[in-house]
């Protein structure tokens, strides 16, 4: 959602496992919750990101923050036949 600041702020749920058929929720005991905002110093041409887990038990989990620069290389030598190595259809 975006901040009247301009920064990005993504929250998680419940995390689930998805591997082929096998599909669940973790029990939120088990679980943690994600904080993560996003942003850009015009000043730096920089990205920020700062990230945090907290589990409602145990408390903070990890997390990161940190800033970096993006570069986006031209790609009309890529083949179109390209797709991720694994393929999965999450309901």
Do not use: W
């Not at 301009?6 to 689930?16: E, P, Y």
């Amino acid at each position: 959602m975006a901040q009247p600041d301009g920064s990005l702020l993504l929250t998680s749920d419940a995390q689930r496992f998805y591997e082929g058929p096998i599909a669940f929720r973790f029990p939120m005991l088990f679980s943690g919750r994600a904080t993560l905002r996003e942003s850009f110093d015009d000043e730096t041409g920089e990205f920020t990101i700062d990230l945090k887990v907290v589990n409602d038990r145990f408390g903070f989990l990890f997390g990161y923050e940190g800033r970096f620069r993006c570069e986006f290389p031209e790609t009309t030598d890529a083949p179109a036949r390209l797709k991720p190595r694994r393929h999965e259809r999450r309901v």
